[in-house]
């Protein structure tokens, strides 16, 4: 029973895979070299936005190295990819040599059908979002944005042509904690997932791995174009960065969100 990884390479995504080694199933990991984590400031936006753009990214990056600081780092044959070598050969070859049960995928871009067909493996997805109420991109953000931080999760999904779509098999939220801001949230509910995923593999019987619970609405897909620097004067002007806050308090909607697991 084996595992093989495909990341990105931010904090989080490190965090995942190290925390996934460490239990002695995963075979190889392929590490995708991902966008700068502080993105480039748009000039076509108010001084104020400007201001609010770069306290955000910088407070996402100081937030991400506090949780994931590595203070180990466990060791399995490696992989680095770029975008155009992600869905290449050379890695259905290494994922091929490896002959694992289970391909799991976070952070990293979309995988073609060629990749997954070729590789003889079954394929799960980590999808930093709850689907199908929220799946696309940036899907930490807007729940808190539209003031249902409570939805701030993580899915586990079989890995299909359809964005964040493939059949259920795990899903998970972080405690809702007094005082935590929007990256804090968004921190914890990695961290959450990362920690019952591994406690759930290690349990798990790879000759007979289930299959999930399709998802019966269409959701939302969000894309990266949908996001834009006014965005952050709701979360940050309007509401201090305290929506989670007004969910403790009962100031907003307390609806549970309805989690899916099959293992």
Same mark, same amino acid.
């Given at each position: ?25 995963? @075979? ?55 975008? /155009? ?56 953000? +807007? ?36 005082? /935590? ?34 998802? @019966? ?9 949908? +996001? ?36």
């Amino acid at each position: 029973m084996s595992i093989v990884l495909i990341t990105g390479d931010h904090p989080r995504h490190n965090f995942f895979a190290n925390s996934l080694i460490k239990t002695g199933l995963v @075979k190889g990991w392929i590490c995708e070299t991902r966008e700068s984590f502080i993105p480039v400031v748009p000039n076509d936006i108010t001084s104020n936005q400007k201001k609010l753009f770069v306290n955000h990214f910088a407070l996402r990056e100081r937030i991400e190295n506090e949780f994931f600081n590595l203070k180990e780092v466990y060791e399995c044959r490696k992989m680095n990819v770029t975008l /155009d070598e992600l869905n290449s050969e050379a890695t259905v070859r290494f994922i091929r040599e490896l002959e694992p049960n289970l391909v799991l995928s976070y952070g990293c871009h979309k995988l073609n059908e060629d990749l997954i067909n070729n590789s003889k493996s079954k394929f799960w997805n980590t999808h930093g979002g709850l689907s199908p109420r929220y799946r696309g991109a940036i899907t930490h953000f +807007w729940p808190s944005y539209f003031l249902e931080p409570q939805m701030t999760g993580i899915t586990l999904h079989e890995t299909t042509s359809k964005i964040d779509g493939g059949d259920i098999i795990f899903q998970t939220v972080p405690e809702m904690v007094s005082g /935590d801001g929007l990256h804090m949230l968004a921190a914890r509910s990695v961290l959450t997932y990362t920690e019952l995923l591994k406690k759930k593999l290690i349990k798990l019987d790879f000759n007979s791995l289930p299959n999930g619970v399709p998802q @019966k609405t269409g959701g939302r897909i969000f894309k990266a174009s949908d +996001w834009r620097p006014e965005h952050l004067e709701i979360i940050y002007d309007k509401y201090d960065d305290k929506i989670v806050d007004l969910y403790i308090s009962g100031a907003i909607s307390r609806n549970l969100p309805k989690l899916i697991s099959v293992i």
